[in-house]
């Protein structure tokens, strides 16, 4: 049998088998790169759509949750946040008039961007912007801020950071990471604006998910079981937190009291096994690098 039949029929055992939580292939997009171009591809490698034909440098580019829309920067300042919809229709773009080049963007809620601005060597500048009717993209407020990462509030008035060992919202340490822990990179905030949720890693590259009131308390922690880093977290609903890895998710669920499940479910499978996966493009294979991906259906 031709390898990739193997490997196609590899990813599909993984993807169907994994778990009896298991979403279908069919609901699941990813969002890959080629020779500087973006696709919209199956999880079996087979095209979409193709997003960008113009072979140029996007530093960073983020799927939205349903993937009606698809996020990238360029090295053009004044078009350095691009807005295409899932046919790779442009339907905006922006200037984020920070002067260097997006290095991170991903979506925080299916309405809501965050991009990273490299700033130092563990520091960031965060930028936030909610898309409005009609695909308007309109800067949040307060808007921008510093750190290894940072997050705005679901109503927008205040942001959370992570500074070093410590938890900040509005510039105020709510939490400190204790011992050989540190912050692994991510951060989120329920719908509700009552809990932060945050990843602490140490240097054996174990990973735990922090559950916390806003203020500060630590309701629970958690093992979680990526290799790797730490793309991304985010709570789907108020009671359901999603941890992201390059090669897999983990999705919690917390019941209303906000303890979180000792026993928690692994409810998406691992379906890659790397960062790239082959491309289907009219009749010929090619190595494509994954960039981000999504399994829920489009709202």
């Not at 990739?4 to 939580?21: C, E």
């Not at 809501?112 to 601005?117: D, N, S």
């Not at 800067?139 to 410590?166: E, F, H, T």
């Not at 998406?268 to 493009?281: A, D, E, G, I, Q």
């Amino acid at each position: 049998m031709d390898s990739r039949k193997i490997l196609a029929l590899a990813l599909s055992i993984i993807f169907h088998g994994a778990t009896a939580h298991a979403q279908t292939t069919s609901s699941c997009r990813l969002l890959v790169e080629n020779q500087n171009d973006l696709w919209l591809a199956r999880p079996d490698g087979h095209v979409i759509s193709r997003i960008t034909s113009d072979g140029q440098l996007k530093p960073a580019a983020a799927l939205q949750p349903g993937g009606r829309l698809v996020a990238y920067s360029t090295l053009d300042s004044s078009r350095d946040l691009v807005l295409s919809d899932s046919t790779g229709h442009i339907v905006n773009q922006a200037s984020i008039g920070a002067g260097d080049a997006v290095t991170g963007l991903d979506w925080t809620a299916s309405d809501a961007l965050r991009i990273a601005i490299h700033d130092g060597p563990a520091t960031s500048q965060y930028h936030f912007f909610r898309i409005q009717p009609g695909n308007r993209l309109v800067r949040s407020s307060p808007g921008i801020a510093q750190g290894s990462a940072c997050a705005l509030s679901p109503n927008g008035k205040q942001m959370a950071c992570l500074v070093a060992d410590a938890l900040t919202v509005d510039g105020k340490d709510i939490f400190y990471l204790g011992g050989p822990h540190e912050a692994a990179g991510a951060l989120a905030w329920s719908p509700n604006g009552q809990h932060i949720a945050i990843v602490e890693a140490n240097d054996a590259g174990q990973a735990a998910l922090l559950l916390l009131q806003n203020r500060g308390a630590v309701e629970a922690r958690l093992e979680v079981p990526i290799a790797g880093p730490i793309s991304s977290i985010r709570f789907r609903t108020n009671t359901s937190i999603e941890v992201k890895g390059r090669l897999d998710v983990v999705e919690y669920a917390v019941p209303a009291t906000g303890v979180v499940k000792s026993a928690s479910n692994v409810l998406k499978p691992l379906f890659l096994r790397s960062n790239t996966m082959p491309l289907h493009v009219n009749g010929t294979v090619a190595d494509a690098i994954v960039k981000d991906w999504t399994c829920e259906k489009q709202r």
